[in-house]
């Protein structure tokens, strides 16, 4: 059971899955709140009834999952969309991270939180003993969004300017890794982290 649970988020497209696999690499559990909530709206979950009753069917594909391409476009284009999809995923996903974390096995249990400094911040998650927030250059970022999702860059602009700014997520930081450079330097990165976390828990 892992008491020492550490928070990380960053902006899309900043390489948080990048710190995920250097963490898993030395053993350290981390669950990711976007797995989560893509199994918290799988057909028959509570959440993804809830949705449909918000948004109507026309959100649904063809075997009656989550159209997310479809949800996607929807509340990127409309901020009180997305304010009532969050309304309806969130609490799930919140009560889920939090289990997960504290029933692995290890000394710290990482959760990865993209929308942390969005959905609260420090006052909605205080089980949390430290934030780590990962950043990237803008253009960088968008750089990868384009060639990661296969879009236009208005949509990519549109995806970015809908999360919180830099600023914001700083603001909540205790860690902060900037993720411009190589996978060694990410690695280099996260063993000092885990160094650090490592006596964290032992105190």
């Not at 709140?33 to 069917?57: C, N």
């Not at 939180?113 to 927030?133: D, F, K, S």
């Amino acid at each position: 059971m892992s008491q020492t649970l550490i928070g990380m988020t960053g902006g899309i497209a900043s390489g948080k899955s990048a710190l995920e696999s250097a963490f898993t690499a030395l053993g350290i559990f981390v669950a990711d709140a976007d797995r989560i909530a893509r199994a918290v709206v799988e057909p028959g979950q509570p959440a993804l009834a809830a949705i449909v009753q918000t948004f109507g069917a026309q959100v649904l594909d063809g075997e009656g999952r989550l159209d997310r391409a479809a949800m996607r476009r929807r509340v990127f284009d409309d901020a009180d969309a997305r304010r009532a999809l969050e309304a309806i995923v969130h609490p799930a996903v919140h009560a889920t991270l939090e289990q997960q974390c504290r029933d692995a096995c290890g000394p710290y249990a990482v959760a990865m939180i993209p929308l942390l400094a969005e959905g609260g911040g420090r006052e909605r998650y205080p089980w949390m003993q430290r934030i780590i927030v990962v950043t990237a250059p803008l253009e960088l970022r968008m750089a990868r969004l384009l060639r990661r999702d296969g879009i236009d860059a208005a949509l990519a602009q549109r995806m970015i300017d809908a999360q919180a700014s830099d600023a914001a997520r700083l603001a909540i930081a205790d860690d902060i890794v900037r993720n411009d450079g190589s996978l060694e330097d990410i690695a280099q990165a996260v063993a000092e982290l885990d160094a650090r976390y490592r006596l964290l828990a032992a105190a």
